[in-house]
């Protein structure tokens, strides 16, 4: 596409008094600011059930806030399960934001463009639902407040805490300083909207007309940003990983634990991200998002997913092959659990369906398609799952000193099988995500509208069709 | 809500029931006469607590089961079970490792446990604690980073990183100001 509209274009002809379509040319702008509408049938039927799974959940929470953590089946010996599983896989598929909007922005690629926003806000998404977990995970919320009180500086759960807490406030600026020119944009066809949203666009469009001063300091922000969250990113999952690395554990007390959590998180998260691309490509497809989403990035996220998944199969062997060797006592009852023992099938299914069975869709040119990167990437999300429930559990199945006449990890208290509660927070907590998420691509575009335009102003530029000023963006 | 009301429900119902049951006899819940005396003895190198149950005459109490608890922070930490011999003694092996209280001393709780029409009675003892591990050891010529207080070098590595992190964040926080600000 050649030709591009600018804000200053737009409003001279403008009336707000019609309909969008028919003020706008056929374009982004106009496809997107008909996405952040109101939701049709499907859509209200899709966030009516997803409330009904996020309101279960909520009545299991209460249940575990009145009973305890006794509703669950953690003890002593089982002291963490599903809500920590949940976590560490909250965090890492939140790196899809870092990898694919930060790096990418960063080394100039400019095919990002479309996705970048969809990234940034599973990022987001992500840890606002994954960080509450471990407060969940506490059984009793108000002992947060001993972390402030009573923190150790040395304690690798502080450190959690405040890069957990760093990463959410870096993420959410990063989200939001991209969105200034489309919520400007949103701003301007005002009449279009509710009330609120326009109170909306307008609060959170700042006073953005987009002179060169503006545009100046938008750069400079997001350039800034987008430099600062990679390290920040790396860091989070770095320090989660140190929760398992720094215990004196089987299984956990490795070095190659915090490379292997950032590979794992970044893995997790082009495949959070390709499944989310899929999503809006077909819920979508009425404001001709395939103008802007096509097969050529999902095969180049999906040769980038190939890329980690090998990275990640490479970790994997060389972490048990170490551990493998060496077969101290404690480590040899570990591998029993997880190659033959009451593990095995998790272990096994994560290894073949949740690592080989990806890399083998994703390589092959006949089934690196859509439909086969969709099934890679969902593959790889159930198969991260279960690799943090092989990381956190069989371990403390497995401890140095195990209770009086027990020693087999199928028998309590050294088996854990998740309780309804358990199970019914998890679900409030995925339905919870998927709540937000799509809220978000109904009141905001999920595609960068000015960076798009930008995109396309800057091919314009290169054939001489526009003007030399028109804006690349950073 | 559901659970509120359901709560409120049990709440009243229980305060109902409390009200109409027929006056309980007072002494119905109250355990049988017992007395319990308790030593701390050593015999044969071996720290052991010696209890005597006998009944409000003096007569000494044989099969009586008798527990010592330490009360800790979150409950009583069982220390041992013993039942008592034809002269109504037993004796509790009285574990080396306990840690004192701040006060350098170990409070032990001896509770008579069975039969049900004596459990309940109890007595205490103080005793010195186990010295405390470590303590009489010279101190470590360096810190670990787990040490009790953090060495300083993880203090300031720290707090380097997050205040260079959230000083970038102020940073671009003072360019989306500028912006709203059109400077």
């Known amino acids: 596409m050649t030709t591009s509209i600018t804000v200053d274009e737009i409003r001279p002809t403008a009336s707000l008094a019609e309909p969008v379509a028919q003020v706008l040319p056929p374009g982004v702008r106009r496809d997107m600011i008909d996405s952040v509408g109101p939701f049709k049938t499907r859509g209200k039927i899709l966030v009516a059930s997803l409330l009904a799974v996020i309101g279960w959940g909520f009545i299991a929470y209460l249940y575990q806030l009145r009973y305890g953590l006794s509703a669950t089946a953690m003890g002593n010996y089982i002291s963490w399960g599903i809500y920590i599983i949940n976590f560490v896989f909250f965090i890492g598929i939140s790196h899809a934001g870092t990898l694919v909007s930060a790096i990418l922005r960063v080394t100039g690629t400019e095919w990002r463009r479309p996705i970048t926003r969809m990234a940034e806000g599973i990022t987001a998404f992500a840890l606002l639902v994954g960080a509450p977990m471990v407060i969940i995970d506490m059984g009793r919320p108000d002992r947060l407040q001993n972390v402030v009180l009573f923190g150790r ?11 957990v807490t760093t990463y959410m406030a870096g993420s959410l600026l990063y989200l939001y300083i991209p969105m200034i020119p489309d919520m400007a944009i949103l701003r301007d066809h005002g ?29 400079r922000a997001i350039a800034v ?40 998180a970044i893995f997790s998260g082009i495949a959070a991200l390709l499944t989310a691309m899929t999503f809006f490509a077909w819920a979508f497809r009425p404001f001709h998002i395939n103008r802007y989403i096509t097969t050529d990035h999902f095969k180049k996220l999906g040769l980038l997913l190939l890329a980690v998944n090998i990275i990640y199969i490479y970790f994997t062997f060389n972490e048990y092959i170490t551990i493998g060797y060496s077969y101290e006592e404690a480590d040899a009852q570990l591998m029993t659990v997880l190659f033959h023992g009451p593990y095995a099938l998790m272990f096994w299914v994560m290894a073949v369906t949740g690592l080989f069975l990806p890399a083998l869709l994703l390589a092959l040119p006949w089934t690196r398609n859509i439909k086969g990167i969709l099934i890679a990437s969902i593959l790889i999300n159930i198969g991260m799952w279960l690799k943090r429930y092989i990381i956190v ?79 690349e963006g950073p | 809500m559901r659970l509120a009301i359901i709560t409120l429900f049990t709440l009243a119902a229980t305060l109902g029931s409390t009200a109409l049951a027929a006056p309980a006899d007072p002494d119905a819940n109250r355990p049988a006469a017992t007395q319990l005396t308790v030593e701390r003895t050593v015999e044969d190198g071996v720290d052991l607590l010696l209890v005597t149950v006998t009944d409000s005459d003096g007569k000494p109490l044989e099969g009586v089961t008798v527990g010592a608890y330490i009360k800790r ?14 002269d109504g003694t037993a004796y509790i092996a009285l574990p080396k490792d306990l840690p004192p209280a701040k006060s350098g001393r170990l409070s032990i709780l001896v509770r008579v446990i069975e039969p049900q029409d004596r459990a309940g009675s109890q007595a205490q003892i103080e005793v010195t604690g ?10 470590l010529p360096y810190r670990a980073l787990w040490a009790s207080h953090a060495p300083f070098s993880l203090i300031a590595t720290l707090a380097v990183l997050l205040g260079g992190v959230w000083s970038t964040y102020g940073f671009v926080f003072y360019q989306v100001r500028c912006l709203r600000k059109g400077i």
């Open chain 1, 393 to 471: 559990v069989p371990t403390l199945a497995s401890p140095l000193m195990t209770p009086d006449g027990v020693n087999s990890p199928y028998t309590a208290p050294l088996a854990y099988l998740p309780t309804w509660v358990e199970w019914s927070i998890t679900a409030g907590a995925f339905a919870g995500f998927a709540l937000l998420y799509i809220l978000f691509s109904k009141v905001f575009p999920i595609v960068s509208i000015w960076e798009i335009e930008a995109d396309q102003n800057k091919d314009a530029a290169s054939v001489g069709t526009n003007s030399p000023q028109a804006w």
């Open chain 2, 73 to 86: 922070q979150f409950g009583e930490l069982v220390i041992g079970r013993e039942t008592t011999f034809d």
């Open chain 1, 191 to 219: 009449a279009h909207f509710k009330p609120w949203r326009r109170w909306l666009y307008r609060t959170l469009a700042i006073g953005w007309t987009g002179t060169p001063q503006q545009k100046h300091r938008l750069e």
């Open chain 1, 225 to 264: 940003m987008a430099v600062i969250i990679i390290p920040v990113a790396v860091s989070v999952h770095t320090v989660v990983s140190w929760i398992f690395g720094m215990t004196v554990r089987p299984g956990w007390h490795s070095t190659i634990f915090g490379p292997y959590f950032v590979v794992g």
């Open chain 1, 153 to 163: 500086v040395q304690s690798p759960i502080l450190w959690d805490v405040l890069s």
């Open chain 2, 130 to 139: 186990a010295p405390v591990a470590g303590a009489d050891e010279p101190p």
